[in-house]
């Protein structure tokens, strides 16, 4: 396979999603909206404008954590494309907590500082939402995506009869995709959070970066949770799932970070439960 | 503790020299994964290395000029 | 509570038999094997654990003072230790070491923050002040000094030395070290003559060794004793806080 | 598309078939790197290698980086200035990032569940360490409760592993992971609650008075070895 080609697909398709996201937000909010391709224009932008390190940064921080934030979802579309552990997808979500905790620490900046303690103040609340890939373990009996891509071949999609699960994942992705709800970290009063003071080229970088993100997150939830399928329809089914979060995301105001944490932990309470359910029922219902 | 504070900046030149060094690299490296030279997850390791060194080489080629340019016009 | 633990201890006894018989290389244990009023020892030490283990937990939870807070933390991981310990086999001997000493290395960094934290660190005023070296430096120093005579040699200038050095650091110097060095370099031409000797005249090879003997052990006693001349040379040697107002 | 690339993958996984082979492949894949001390088999599977890098590549980092001037604002007014870090402060929290980042990837390498814990207490030491290098009241207030956790956690952690020793003869990841071996879950339990209350980053830092600390490589290692090993003890738990 050529990973390559899939990995500057993936960016292309995620920073298209990006923008169909905003303009949906936008038409929702009946305001025009940016072209779908704005997100592409910001890449631009971004790399032809002047960069340097700001003085109180700590340089090598500072310019190391926009190549890691590429390479670790660049390894993460390459184990969900050869059919790997989930284990190690959400190994990269916890190691993105930790690039966005860096991001924000290593320029010196308040704003900076603020996005990144909620960064790990959010992450309270969605490690333990990673307890459902335990539930997915629980149900299929693996954790490797071809043998759950297989399980669901055999036993009808996890969508329907996992829900409680997918609802958990759900809203991890929902935490990361753009003017989300849950993201306390980049929220307008601390002026772009820990993105603040990366700009220029590493802007640019990290911008490639997410769209990677939002692109393997949004794949591997249509793959787990619907099965496989042609790739042509695994694009329209992560439109179709980018779609929804987009209304979720133009109707909800921005929560306060305490609100979002309590409402995350709602979520653990029914995945626990549901588990529980499964535990004593004996096995899927 | 006092820092000199050094302005030490990569020049475009060298910026383009890595990009496409890095280029190089990762298409080597998926074409070799690809035709099955070496393992799949060798070249995906070295792509993943190198294709972020790409992405950030390219941008800071492509970025603006250090030097000042021509004032644009502003008004009539 | 005893029932439920029991019968943990039941199916681990019953899982650790079915592992080794599936499996036929693993350790076999002894957990357990002594019974008492029906209840293996394991079991008996596991409800014991657990009993210090909410006690202690308690009493943390009670507990407001930090210096207090601490010393039971040092209490709950002693009873990790115990819980380590209750296996009683040697591989268990082997972890409890590392244990105690991450236990010990997480009391001591605790100490140091809580010290540094309420600003108890103070220079001290004297760093060795003892009885000792008020009272008796001289009896003490002139004994060594005899002995090292005695014994001669390197050992022997190293005692006596030591006596010198003992003697210097508590009565503080004013003496010129110069002398001292002058005596050095006296004895260490005894100790090329008393080589020259061996080699030329091994006959008098008893005389040699009494000459290589004595230069050493005064040149080694000199070279220790000029450390004790390197404390503080005020004069008062360590008789600044006699008075009393030295440990308060 | 998928059934094409896992035909791939699988055909160049070797399988091992020694009597207490790694091969259940259906958790993390297959195991790339293993060095057998006896019966404790250190090991990396693509799950491990790819945090054990990520530990490696923030050593480095905190290594070669200098922390940042972090810039505070003056109240009431425009003012603002930053704070710089003593070379003291400096050497003694690079030292313990690095520590940090060498226990971490000890937990990450570890294939013996006793090993795991004492790597998991030293990042516990470590982070404290770091965080109360800096002389702050409200800092060191805070390192010391953290600390206090972190020895309160060495508990559940040496109890569980201890558990793990009385119901399974043994102690070794590559024995527990095979099927034939049951690890009660309640040693699970006991193994996560340490793992919690040692990592200070995912839960306790929601009150951080330590994240005023500056420093950012090194209070970077934290989070990244809280992380990590928090990574770790979910592949195990599940793995067991």
Redesign the interface.
Known sequence: ?????Y?IFAVIVGLLFHGIHRKVIARIQTRPGPPIWQEFLHVMK???????IP??????????I???????W??AL??L?????L??IF??Y??H??TE??LG??????YG?LG??RS??S??SE?PL?ASI?GI?FVT???????I?AYQADHGILLITALPIALAMYVIILSKVPYSPFGIIEAKEIVSGNKTEHF???R??LE??FALKTFVLLAVFVTLFIG?M??WMLLIASLILLLTMSFICALTPMLSPYDA?TIQIGVIIIVIIYMAFIAFAGGMP | MIRKETEKKISKDQAKAAALISAIICITASALAFTGHINGWLGAGIVVVAFPVFVLSLFTALRESTKDGDYPFVGY | MIAAISAFAATATAITTSATGTAGTLTSLTVGEIELFGLSNFTIGLVGAIICIFISFYALMREKDDLHRLLLTDLIEVIALIAIALLGTDLAEALILPGLVVGVAELTAMSQIYIVKEKLVREPESYLDIEVMHTAPAIIAVGMLIYGIILSGFTGGAVAGLGMLFYFACKGTEEKTEILEKVSGYAWVMWVVAFIVFMTLPAYWFFALMLAGTGILAKVAIKISILGTMRKNDGSGGRRSMGGNGNV | MYEAMTASVTASMPVSESAYGFTQTDIEGQALFSLPFGDIVNFLTPYTAVLFVFALTFTIIALISKPERQVDTVMGGDAYYTKDISRETLRFQRFMAIACGLATMGGIMAGDVFNFTLFTAFIGITNIGIVAAVKNKHILDNAFEYGLLAMIGTLPLFVGAALVLATTGTLSMWILFTPEVAVPLFAKLLLVIGVIAEGMAPVFVAKAEITRAPGAPYILMVHVSSLLIFLRVIEIVISM
């Open positions: 396979m050529m990973i390559l080609l990995i971004f790399s032809f404008k002047q960069t340097w003085k109180t940064a700590s340089k090598v921080l500072f310019v190391a926009v190549p890691a934030v590429i390479a670790i660049a390894g390459y184990v494309f050869t059919g790997g552990s284990l190690v190994g990269v916890l190691l907590k930790i905790h860096g620490l290593s320029s010196g900046s308040p500082k990144a303690i790990v103040l992450a309270a490690i990673i335990a373990y009996g693996s954790l490797m995506i071809s043998d891509v220029g080229a590493f640019a970088g490639v970066g496989a042609p790739f944490v």
